[in-house]
């Protein structure tokens, strides 16, 4: 259909958690934006690498 | 009410989530040439997409703030929206329903009212469908710009002008995919920014008997038994023991029979979602893919709204604030205590847990909603029009180009009277509460319509139409003879003198689409029987003693719809059991 959904879910929720993880660290008593950050930037990922590898798999 | 204050990082999340939503719209552009990619998604989406979409059209905003104002106002009893209101109609659309809609190759539902009954059934579909999409886009919009404006001090024009501007972009880009693959997005922000929210939310009132422990003190408060708030079942014996107004048998039959089968199994904005499934089995499967997290978003978007009654704050009751008329000074009630606005119940939820960063994750779900809610019911719109009004009235043979162009100029114009819509609902708020009022009437006999179409193949056109039009009149006739404890004659009911006085505003809803249904459905028997009917060739695939039974035999288990179908209504009991 051109365009594997996975693929942007991925990217858009490893980019959010990754900006929330990283302002979590960076500011002072924000402390569940650094472990929800984390929890969102692996679930980019892993969505990130089902993509992969539907890709490669041709699914 | 003091506006909350945004960081850079709040705005940045706003940012990205803007960014792929556009981009998504630009790279579907390349893969959309003809009107089945653009209405249809290309029927080619799987059962996983087609059934997070089916879910997240149906949770726009109104739905995720308006559960949490029940939430708020009624307790744990409205998850009956969910556990009876919804689950048991999406499972028949799947199991008995999609065979029809997609094996007849409809392009949407009022035209497969057209090949199962004719035309003037169709149009009398197609049109009310259409005002009331374009409609319930506009309110949508208005909530939104209004929300903000209150939150975060927005102005209200460029709120509504932005997002109608994003909307428009990816639908008119990339259409009906578009609209589902955001919905989509929509579903996982919703999940990851409503989760720890609850658990935030929770942690601070001592857990789920904390919560019961406190609300059990606002129940007695108000003369219910303890539980009233946190048990579902116990107290719906009588509509005077439970907040909600309402008794269990009003309950079943009216929010879960008539209202809810008349919405999962019949608005073409759900179900065409269904219909772009790459498959029969997908088609089928969709409904019931969605049925898991839907059993599951109670504890989401409910559960808030009970929390911010039990956490303490500088609202009239928890967090919730007074509602404020339109010179900014709080209501009072007749005994002169102020109105709580439960509709604010979820956003201040987030305001008073969520830490800046949270905070623009939540928002970001919110407007997530609002806008993938406008966007489905654009596209739902914009096949309506092209298909069941412009091609069947207007331009018959037109080459397929012509209808994609259409569509493309359907979706401006969807926008465009949303926009004017959402403007309309700021300036005269009774018109949209009337208008609102008369898609009821014209909802609530559908599910007979369907029902009897699809099982007695005796059903004719004329009865189906008569049908429709006599239990709208039904709905309008019950409600203007009935009224809500303590409303005033006028919108709330009672124009023509009132009969009977219902608990509730609720109760009275679900009764008066008990009434339409029976009337549509008993009148459609009649009429058909006088009226001659169809051949039986001409009903194959449209009805169901003359349909063949889809094959499930060679797909594995887990696959079937009829496993999940089983697997889906144990949970859901289990559920209900546990809450009960």
Redesign the interface.
């Known amino acids: 259909?051109?365009?594997d959904?996975r693929f942007?879910?991925g990217?858009?929720?490893l980019?959010?958690g990754l900006?929330?993880a990283g302002?979590?660290w960076t500011?002072p008593?924000?402390g569940?934006?650094r472990w929800?950050?984390l929890?969102?930037a692996l679930?980019g990922a892993l969505m990130l690498t089902l993509s992969r590898r539907g890709r490669r798999s041709g699914v | 009410m003091a506006h909350a204050h945004l960081a850079g990082i709040d705005y940045a999340i706003m940012a990205v989530y803007f960014a792929f939503v556009l981009g998504i719209g630009v790279v579907l552009r390349r893969s959309v040439h003809t009107g089945t990619d653009f209405f249809l998604a290309g029927r080619a989406v799987p059962a996983w997409i087609a059934g997070l979409a089916f879910l997240s059209a149906n949770l726009g905003a109104q739905e995720v703030i308006g559960m949490g104002a029940s939430g708020a106002k009624y307790g744990v009893a409205t998850s009956h929206f969910y556990w009876v209101g919804a689950i048991p109609a999406m499972v028949f659309v799947g199991l008995f329903m999609m065979p029809f809609y997609y094996g007849s190759r409809a392009r949407s539902v009022p035209e497969y009212l057209k090949l199962r009954f004719d035309e003037k059934t169709r149009g009398l579909n197609a049109i009310s469908f259409a005002v009331m999409t374009v409609f319930s886009s506009g309110i949508s919009l208005y909530a939104m710009g209004k929300l903000f404006n209150l939150l975060l001090g927005w102005n209200f024009t460029t709120a509504v002008l932005l997002s109608a501007a994003i909307v428009l972009t990816y639908t008119f880009l990339g259409g009906l995919t578009s609209s589902i693959y955001n919905e989509v997005l929509q579903f996982f922000l919703i999940v990851f920014g409503f989760a720890p929210l609850v658990i935030l939310g929770l942690n601070a009132v001592g857990g789920w008997s904390g919560l019961q422990a406190r609300l059990a003190t606002i129940s007695t408060a108000q003369g219910f038994a303890p539980g009233a708030y946190t048990q579902a079942w116990r107290h719906m014996d009588a509509a005077a023991h439970n907040p909600v107004g309402v008794e269990w048998f009003g309950l079943v039959m009216g929010l879960g029979f008539v209202l809810s089968f008349g919405y999962w199994c019949t608005d073409f904005l759900v179900v065409q979602r269904a219909m772009a499934a790459d498959s029969m089995t997908a088609a089928r499967r969709t409904p019931l893919v969605a049925a898991f997290p839907k059993m599951l978003f109670p504890f989401l978007v409910i559960l808030p709204g009970m929390i911010a009654l039990a956490v303490a704050g500088s609202g009239v009751l928890g967090l919730v604030p007074a509602k404020m008329d339109a010179l900014g000074h709080a209501m009072m009630t007749a005994q002169g205590a102020p109105v709580p606005d439960y509709d604010l119940a979820t956003p201040m939820m987030l305001i008073h847990f969520f830490p800046a960063g949270m905070l623009g994750l939540g928002l970001t779900a919110l407007l997530a909603s609002f806008m993938s809610g406008m966007a489905g019911n654009v596209t739902a719109f914009n096949t309506v029009w092209t298909y069941d009004l412009y091609q069947s009235y207007i331009r018959r043979d037109a080459p397929d180009a012509h209808y994609v162009a259409m569509g493309r100029a359907a979706t401006v114009i969807g926008v465009l009277l949303s926009i004017a819509a959402a403007y309309a609902a700021s300036r005269f708020n009774n018109i949209m509460d009337m208008l609102q009022l008369v898609f009821a009437f014209v909802n609530a006999p559908l599910f007979a319509t369907f029902a009897l179409g699809m099982f007695w193949r005796r059903t004719t056109g004329h009865g189906a139409f008569v049908g429709l039009v006599s239990g709208t009149l039904a709905a309008a006739l019950h409600h203007g003879l009935t009224l809500p404890a303590g409303a005033v004659p006028g919108i709330k009911g009672g124009f023509f003198g009132v009969l009977t006085t219902y608990p509730s505003e609720l109760a009275q809803t679900f009764w008066t689409a008990i009434f339409a249904w029976t009337t549509c459905f008993v009148v459609t028997i009649l009429v058909s029987l006088a009226t001659r009917p169809r051949d039986a060739g001409e009903l194959k695939g449209l009805v169901w003693s003359l349909t063949e039974r889809p094959k499930d035999a060679e797909l594995p288990w887990f696959k079937r719809p009829l496993t999940l179908a089983l697997v889906v209504l144990a949970l859901t009991l289990t559920l209900n059991l546990i809450f009960a």
């Open positions: 259909m051109g365009l959904l942007p879910i990217a858009l929720f980019i959010i900006l929330l302002y979590g500011t008593g924000v569940i934006d929800w950050g929890v969102m679930f």
